[in-house]
Every structure is written in structure tokens, then in C-alpha cells.
């Protein structure tokens, strides 16, 4: 190995100052201290692995409508929540809450070692975007039905730098961001707790299905629809407003079949 420092004066024996080798026990101690951080200062979650398969999924939407969520799986986080995120407000987004939060390695592959849908989807144990954890504990104990609130994971990885999350250069956990999922509907994943987030009742909202898991979702808490509440604002039978004219089924062997009648 080359000598890049062989110190001052006469001393002839060779220095590094950062030998990622000879680091191994402190960065061995490191590890230990993320993992019992997560355990004594984070908090419970539910957790369900999206089980959607490059192989298995529809080439042209980019998605498969069959996948279920497998779970819940309890495990630990250390989160960083960010409730009703502004920074995004004046992006023209809706204000949503986001979430930072890490799993040490160990905690994550001793929690879901045993689950045999990681040998069935043939993927790593290790969390992805796309899938989906409950904060139950913090939500637990809200008033009128709420519980704890949904969020989707939308990226993961092992190192930052520049956020000091690999301290001599060692890797000791996950950092996961995740926005507040939106529920539409996947099998297997429960709905929020008082969820009145706007549905018909069959057509975009509870399905009849016989793909296994749970596809139904809580009552509404409104009666009618959609349509009919939005045509007491905009009722567009009464305005002629489409600039680009109705079907004539008369002219449909037109090469025009569209007319402005």
C-alpha cells in the first residue's frame, strides 16, 4: 500500500489519516448507536409492502391492478414530520404533509426476515417507494374516529453526505421520504380513520371484486354525488360552452362527424 504520510522529522512509519479499515470498530459502534436510537427514541409503525412486480405489472400503464399491499408489519422509525408542508405551497402544490424518516439496517431485516413476500415478489428486503406505513402510535389516540395518518414512501437510500448520515464513511440505515398517500382503493390497505375525502359510491369509490383483500371502503357521510353537488355551481346543461361541438350521430360516416350545432 502507498505511503502518504510518513510524519514529521525522522519518523519514518506511514500515516493516514482516514483508513476506512482500520475505522471498521468505530464505524462498528456507530452502527450500534443507529440502531438503538431508532429503538429507544422512535416511534411504531404499521407497514405494508407494496408487492407490484416488474413482471407482473401492465407494460403499458405501468401498473398492476391485481398486486396487493402484504401487511401490516409493526416495525420502529425515526420520523421527522412535517405536517401541512408550505414549502411546497408556493410550487402551486397543495399544502400535504411529508415525512423524513430511518430505519437502521439491523431493525429493518430483523423485523421482516421472516416474511416470506419478499422470496415471492423476488425483491431485497429492504423498504421501496411505493410502499405505504401508518403512523398508529402518534395517531392512536386522536378524537372522533381519526387515526393515524397514511404516508407513501416516494424515495429511499443509504447514503447522504452532506446530512452527516455516513459518519467516517460507514453505512448504518435507511433515510425514506414519503408524502400523505391519497387512498384509492388498494387491496389489503385499510382506509383512514374518518376519511372524508370525497367519492361517488361504486364507480370511483367501494368496488365489487373477487381479488383477494379489502377493497371496500367506510360509508359516506354525504348522500347524491359528485355531479350533483358540482351542477349547483356549474351547471354547464344550461351553457353552451364546448368549443369543440357534439357527436352527430347524422354525419357519423363524415370524415368530420364533429359539428358545432
Not at 350521430?249 to 370524415?255: G, N, V
Request: charged share 25%.
Amino acid at each position: 500500500m502507498s505511503c502518504y504520510y510518513k510524519g514529521a522529522g525522522n519518523d519514518s512509519q506511514c500515516y493516514e489519516l482516514y483508513d476506512k479499515a482500520r475505522l471498521a470498530p468505530d464505524i462498528q459502534i456507530f452502527a450500534n448507536v443507529a440502531e438503538e436510537m431508532v429503538n429507544s427514541m422512535g416511534q411504531k409503525v404499521n407497514y405494508w409492502i407494496n408487492t407490484t412486480t416488474l413482471t407482473g405489472q401492465d407494460t403499458l400503464y405501468g401498473e398492476e391492478p391485481t398486486a396487493v399491499y402484504h401487511g401490516p408489519v409493526e416495525l420502529k422509525m425515526y420520523i421527522n414530520l412535517n405536517e401541512s408542508s408550505l414549502s411546497q405551497s408556493r410550487f402551486g402544490f397543495n399544502a400535504g404533509d411529508d415525512a423524513t424518516a430511518y430505519m437502521a439496517f439491523n431493525n429493518f431485516l430483523k423485523v421482516m426476515s421472516g416474511e416470506q413476500i419478499f422470496v415471492d415478489i423476488n425483491q431485497s428486503v429492504e423498504p421501496k417507494a411505493g410502499d405505504v406505513f401508518e403512523m398508529h402510535e402518534y395517531g392512536g389516540d386522536r378524537p372522533n374516529g381519526r387515526s393515524g395518518r397514511f404516508f407513501q414512501i416516494t424515495q429511499k437510500r443509504d447514503q447522504n453526505i452532506g446530512e452527516s448520515m455516513n459518519i467516517l464513511g460507514g453505512h448504518y440505515g435507511w433515510e425514506i421520504r414519503a408524502m400523505r398517500m391519497e387512498y384509492s382503493w388498494e387491496p389489503n390497505l385499510p382506509q383512514e380513520g374518518a376519511n372524508e375525502q370525497t367519492t361517488l359510491d361504486t364507480f370511483y369509490g367501494k368496488l365489487s371484486s373477487t381479488i383477494s383483500g379489502e377493497l371496500s371502503s367506510a360509508p359516506k357521510s354525504y348522500t347524491g354525488s359528485i355531479d350533483e353537488e358540482s351542477a349547483k355551481v356549474f351547471d354547464m346543461s344550461v351553457n353552451d360552452t364546448d368549443m369543440y361541438g357534439t357527436y352527430d350521430l347524422s354525419t357519423k360516416d363524415s370524415p368530420f362527424p364533429f359539428r358545432k350545432r
